[in-house]
């Protein structure tokens, strides 16, 4: 046989093939083909659900806490709604209103490309009080005739806010700040008192007076008087808080004490090597991924609550994590745990005024997150006293 005769064998056959349609069910479009279709919305709907509510939510509302936690406004509390906050509660001033929605609108948190504002929008919602701020981020001070002031001491600087009712009286409690500075102390003097040319009650000049007088003598802190109320914070050398002390509680000619809180810097620092020594020494668990405090927390959580009624001022229990998984998640979870631990102290007797909760999430670490040896000694419990200038 021929290689031609062998190829035209070959084509015969090939051309010879049929092929059959197998019978069968066949699944209609309807309604099967739409199961692809409702299995993507609901995966869209899940995780626009757990990133606009979880995640994005969660992360505005932990940095708003966290900003007024570090500004010492321990008064007010946040209401969010997605990347919104309302700031509710009962400012001791105008000023502290304002710091605290200031604080909120300018509170950050980490991402993966850097430190960004998760709050867009920032309105307020205090008591009666305080009326003319519980509108918006935007509304202006308050108007009203009755003097007030701030007082600030930070970094050698002494700044002077606040409505005198003659520009006598501003000239003079600024000459009187310039009088006190010194080396190394108080170095400079900043007046941006206004003028109301209103009246001026019997005694308001004493009162700033005297919280220049005694501010000067610190390190740092602030000294106030609002709405017939005389607040003062400050930190200074452990031998002259018993002075200061005496001078800021003599009795007011005008208005009631509020806040009068005078922290020694020394014992501070001690009070807080000892907590630290202690959290490091036996540090406080919780069930992986969760707010719930181990057991075996117990006994260091007796020893912090002991050492912490012991210590001056108010504390701050700071929760912290490791980078792993979500920022947003992170920021959340360290402000629960440092919740859980609040809760834990003050179920063992310390007072609750005296303690606040913040949560920093993965933002400072202390060790390699590269390493497990470095991963556990960020995810961590520290208590801090709050500075008058926090």
């Known amino acids: 046989m021929s290689v031609d005769s062998s190829q035209s064998g070959l084509k015969s056959v090939l051309s010879a093939r049929r092929y059959r349609r197998a019978d069968g069910a066949v699944l209609p479009f309807l309604p099967y083909g739409l199961v692809p279709v409702l299995g993507l919305a609901a995966l869209l709907l899940f995780g626009w659900l757990v990133l606009a ?21 321990g008064w ?12 509710e509660g009962n400012p001791p001033s105008a000023e502290a209103g304002q710091r605290a929605l200031a604080a909120v609108r300018n509170a950050t948190s980490q991402t993966w490309l850097g430190s960004a504002r998760p709050v867009t929008r920032v309105t307020a919602n205090f008591s009666a009080s305080t009326p003319a701020q519980a509108n918006s981020i935007t509304a202006s001070p308050p108007v009203s005739a009755d003097p007030e002031f701030l007082f600030r001491l930070t970094a050698g600087t002494l700044t002077l806010n606040g409505r005198v009712p003659t520009e006598a009286l501003k000239t003079a409690l600024g000459t009187r700040a310039e009088s006190l500075k010194s080396p190394g102390h108080l170095q400079d003097v900043i007046n941006r008192m206004t003028v109301t040319n209103g009246p001026s009650p019997t005694g308001f000049d004493t009162v700033a007076e005297r ?17 017939l109320t005389f607040n003062f914070r400050c930190q200074a050398d452990d031998d002259k808080v018993a002075s200061i002390g005496a001078a800021v509680n003599a009795g007011l000619p005008l208005g009631a004490f509020g806040t009068v809180e005078i922290l ?55 929760g912290h994590t490791d980078n ?47 390493t497990e040896d470095g991963r556990a000694r960020n995810r961590r419990i520290e208590i801090r006293i709050v500075r008058p200038d926090e």
């Open 264 to 318: 020694p810097i020394q014992a501070v620092a001690s009070c807080e090597e000892e907590l630290s020594h202690l959290l490091e020494a036996a540090r406080i668990e919780f069930t992986p991924g969760s707010t719930v405090l181990n057991v075996a927390s117990g006994p260091v959580l007796d020893l912090a609550a002991r050492a912490a009624a012991d210590c001056p001022g108010t504390l701050r229990v700071e």
């Open 76 to 87: 007010a509390k946040v209401r969010a709604s997605g990347q919104w906050i309302t700031v």
């Open 53 to 73: 509510v979880t995640a994005v939510q969660g992360t505005a509302r932990a940095a708003a806490e966290r900003a007024l936690a570090e500004t010492g406004e």
């Open 324 to 370: 792993t998984g979500n920022p947003a998640f992170n920021d959340q979870l360290s402000l629960r745990r440092a919740e859980a631990v609040r809760a834990a102290m003050i179920a063992r007797g310390v007072p609750p005024e005296r303690l606040l909760a913040a949560g920093f999430g993965q933002s400072q670490p202390v060790g390699d997150n590269t």
């Open 211 to 227: 919280g220049i007088d005694t501010l000067a003598q610190c390190e740092t802190g602030t000294a106030s008087f609002s709405a």
